[in-house]
C-alpha cells in the first residue's frame, strides 16, 4: 500500500528579493511518510532555503508546499538555537506555548532525551557540551513537541567521523521506530548509506533522485 507523502513541494518558485533570481525555481518532490531522504547539491543550490520554506520561515511566490505538522529544524548550528542554561531546561522550552502540566512537560522531556541519549546529561550546562551532543538536545527538542517531520541543515557538518556515525544512526532509529519523516541536508557522501532515498538540487532544481548508493556513485 502506498502510504501518503510526509513532505510534497509542487512547482515551488522562489527569490529571495522581488526582481531577483529565482533560488528555487519550479522545484518539486515528495518523501513518504516514515522515511529518511537526504539533499543534496553544490554550495548555493537552495537547499536551506527549501527547508525554510517547508518549515514555514519564509513564504513561496508560487507552488505548492506540505509538510505533516508539527516540524521541527535543526539547524547547521546548534547554538543558533539552543537558548535555555541546560540541557532539560531547552528541551523544555519548546512546550511553552502548549501549556501542558509540569509533570506532561516532566514525560515529554524525559522521552526525548531518552531517544537521544542525553539523559545523564539533563542538568548539564549547554556549555559544557560537545557539538554532537549540542545537536542531539536541538533533535529532542523537535522530539519533545512530538514532531512529525524533522528537517536537519547540515547537522553533521561540525562532528568528528564517530560523532557523525552515532547521529546519522540515531536519526534513521528514530525515524524507522517512530514513523517520523526526516529530509537531511548534507555535502557528506558517506551518509548515504543510511538514507532510503535521496534529492540532487541544482539551481533550484531537483535534477535527480532515487537511490541513494547511485546519487553516491554519481557525486564520488
Ligand atoms: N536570507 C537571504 N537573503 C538573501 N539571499 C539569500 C538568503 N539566504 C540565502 N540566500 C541566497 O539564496 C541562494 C541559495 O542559498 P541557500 O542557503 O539555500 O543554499 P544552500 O544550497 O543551502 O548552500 P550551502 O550548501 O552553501 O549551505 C544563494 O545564492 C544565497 O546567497
Ligand atoms: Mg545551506
Not at 52 to 74: D, H, K, N, T
Not at 80 to 104: C, I, N, R
Not at 147 to 161: G, I, M, N, R, S
Request: negative net charge; contains cysteine; hydrophobic residues 45%.
Amino acid at each position: 500500500m502506498q502510504t501518503a507523502p510526509a513532505i510534497r513541494v509542487a512547482d515551488l518558485c522562489f527569490s529571495w528579493s522581488d526582481q531577483g533570481k529565482l533560488v528555487l525555481d519550479h522545484c518539486s518532490l515528495v518523501v513518504p511518510k516514515g522515511e529518511f531522504w537526504m539533499l543534496l547539491g553544490t554550495n548555493g543550490s537552495g537547499k536551506s532555503t527549501l527547508l525554510r520554506l517547508l518549515s514555514g520561515l519564509a513564504v513561496p511566490q508560487s507552488g505548492m508546499l506540505e509538510a505533516g505538522q508539527p516540524v521541527g529544524f535543526v539547524f547547521q548550528n546548534p547554538d543558533h538555537q539552543l537558548v535555555m542554561p541546560t540541557v532539560g531546561a531547552d528541551v523544555a522550552f519548546g512546550l511553552v506555548s502548549e501549556k501542558l502540566s509540569l509533570s506532561e512537560t516532566r514525560l515529554r522531556v524525559e522521552e526525548a532525551l531518552q531517544a537521544v541519549n542525553l539523559v545523564h546529561l539533563e542538568r548539564r550546562p549547554i556549555y559544557a557540551l560537545s557539538g554532537g551532543q549540542k545537536q542531539r538536545v536541538a533533535i529532542a527538542g523537535a522530539l519533545a513537541r512530538h514532531c512529525e517531520v524533522l528537517l536537519l541543515d547540515e547537522p553533521t557538518a561540525l562532528l568528528d567521523p564517530d560523532s557523525q556515525r552515532d547521529l546519522v544512526e540515531q536519526v534513521r532509529r528514530l525515524v524507522k521506530t517512530r514513523g517520523l519523516t526526516a529530509l537531511w541536508v548534507t555535502h557528506r557522501l558517506n551518509e548515504l548509506e543510511f538514507a532510503d532515498g535521496a534529492f540532487l538540487l541544482e539551481q533550484g532544481q531537483v535534477v535527480d533522485q532515487g537511490d541513494p548508493l547511485r546519487l553516491r556513485e554519481r557525486l564520488a
